[in-house]
């Protein structure tokens, strides 16, 4: 079965930085797309990035825009998202998402993933 393991959350105040990791197994794991997603109580779970399977197109939220960054080592089978200038409104839990696909189809679509990890709690302080 195929595995995701996000890792890198915290308790952060205003104003730093923050690197989620995702750790899948899977040797295809190269063949898909990968997405952050995020959770706050009492709302919706909402895109945050995507990256495509080479990782050379990536996809971003407009809230996060100019202070996330999705990058991918397909090498270590590993998904990062670093994230910079946090505010009090990123605090969620992360969630780190494998696409059904290996391009920009529905990227921003939690339906269009297939697998998801446990999450990683982002809590960030003002």
């Known amino acids: 079965q195929v595995q995701l393991v996000e890792s890198g959350g915290g308790l952060v105040q205003a104003g730093v930085s923050l690197r989620l990791s995702c750790a899948a197994s899977?040797?295809?794991?190269?063949?898909?797309?990968m997405g952050w997603f995020r959770q706050a109580p009492g709302k919706e779970r909402e895109f945050v990035a995507g990256?495509?399977?080479?990782?050379?197109?990536?996809y971003y939220a407009d809230s996060v825009k100019g202070r996330f960054t999705i990058s991918r080592d397909n090498a270590k089978y590993t998904v990062y998202l670093q994230m910079n200038s946090l505010k009090p409104e990123d605090t969620a839990v992360y969630y780190c998402?494998?696409?059904?696909?290996?391009?920009?189809?529905?990227?921003?679509?939690?339906?269009?993933?297939?697998?998801w990890g446990q999450g990683t709690q982002v809590t960030v302080s003002s």
């Open positions: 998402a494998r696409s059904r696909y290996s391009g920009p189809n529905y990227y921003a679509n939690a339906g269009s993933y297939d697998y």
């Open positions: 899977g040797r295809t794991f190269s063949n898909y797309a």
């Open positions: 990256i495509t399977g080479n990782g050379i197109t990536t």
